[in-house]
């Protein structure tokens, strides 16, 4: 009789296991994607160490446990210049618990960033790789590139191009991404 309860005790663990990670698996394919935003395969990130403009050392590892918007950029680049405000206006809006923000200057010289930024985005302080390396490591395919690393991470979703982050769609799926902490 012990033995038939215990037999009940694990299919059920086992059925709750399962039901929580088939939901957390399945939790990314019913997310709406806006325009522009990719699934990725679930990689583990490429290693993001870098000093900022303050030469405090940002490393991206020890931002497990909440989303990471890890984006590239650069002045010279049009797109990355239209997009830059909504991407300071975003800041003020997102809990940086929930989602970080990481900006990744690609091999510019402090001089331009700093005069750049002071116009559009005061506000952020942006990583310097100075010499491409580890842009290179996480090979965006044009500037400016958005990755989403999940808390675990791992790379789950690329936004390509230029977009204003604080429209509907992009605000909703930012959001969301904070209900989806088991991917």
Same mark, same amino acid.
């Given at each position: 009789m012990r033995e038939r309860y215990q037999s009940k005790e $694990? !299919?059920?663990i086992f059925v709750a296991c399962f039901f929580f990670f088939s939901t957390q698996l399945n939790a990314s394919d019913?997310?709406?994607l806006p325009k522009? $935003? !990719?699934k990725l395969d679930g990689r583990t990130a490429p290693p993001l160490i870098l000093n900022d403009m303050e030469e405090e050392k940002y490393d991206l590892a020890q931002s497990k446990g909440r989303w990471v918007f890890v984006h590239f950029w650069a002045t010279w680049c049009g797109p990355c210049r239209r997009e830059m405000p909504t991407i300071q206006s975003l800041s003020e809006k997102i809990d940086q618990k929930e989602l970080e923000i990481v900006l990744v200057n690609t091999?510019?010289?402090e001089d331009a960033i700093f005069?750049?930024?002071g116009i559009v985005a005061p506000d952020l302080n942006p990583l310097l790789d100075k010499d491409g390396l580890v842009t290179e490591?996480?090979?965006p395919?044009?500037?400016p590139a958005t990755f989403f690393v999940s808390p675990q991470g791992k790379l789950r979703f690329l936004a390509l191009g230029g977009r204003d982050w604080n429209s509907g769609d992009y605000l909703t799926f930012l959001k969301k991404l904070n209900s989806l902490k088991g991917l």
């Open positions: $694990i !299919i059920l019913k997310l709406k522009g $935003i !990719i091999a510019e010289s005069e750049f930024l490591k996480w090979q395919r044009g500037l």
